[in-house]
């Protein structure tokens, strides 16, 4: 499998931005489409945004849509997760995944079996 470290998390006002990283080693980081999950105190692990392999396939949660953007960097291995406008509500632990795709496919289907430790991210009001 793939490893995953984040990083970037940290305490910020509302209405400020963050920007998360998250380096993968281990295995071709290329043949893996990654995601952003998030976890409130409370809550259950909900999918934030999911970025493709290398043909700019996005997807985005509702909620934040238009303020978060995902990219990635397949030279560095990394994949960034751009948090704008934040909200006292995106506060939680931001964890990347990553799961494998099959050649000809950007995204894929399936579940992400791959994950980091998570980091911090704390919105004040």
């Known amino acids: 499998q793939v490893q995953l470290v984040e990083s970037g998390g940290g305490l910020v006002q509302a209405g400020g931005s963050l920007r998360l990283s998250c380096a993968a080693s281990?295995?071709?980081?290329?043949?893996?489409?990654m995601g952003w999950f998030r976890q409130a105190p409370g809550k259950e692990r909900e999918f934030v945004a999911g970025?493709?392999?290398?043909?700019?396939?996005?997807y985005y949660a509702d909620p934040v849509k238009g303020r978060f953007t995902i990219s990635r960097d397949n030279a560095k291995n990394t994949v960034y997760l751009q948090m704008n406008s934040l909200k006292p509500e995106d506060t939680a632990v931001y964890y990347c995944?990553?799961?494998?795709?099959?050649?000809?496919?950007?995204?894929?289907?399936?579940?992400?079996?791959?994950w980091g430790q998570g980091t911090q991210v704390t919105v004040s009001s």
């Open positions: 281990g295995r071709t980081f290329s043949n893996y489409a």
């Open positions: 995944a990553a799961k494998r795709v099959a050649f000809g496919s950007d995204y894929g289907g399936g579940e992400f079996g791959s």
């Open positions: 970025i493709g392999r290398s043909r700019g396939t996005k």
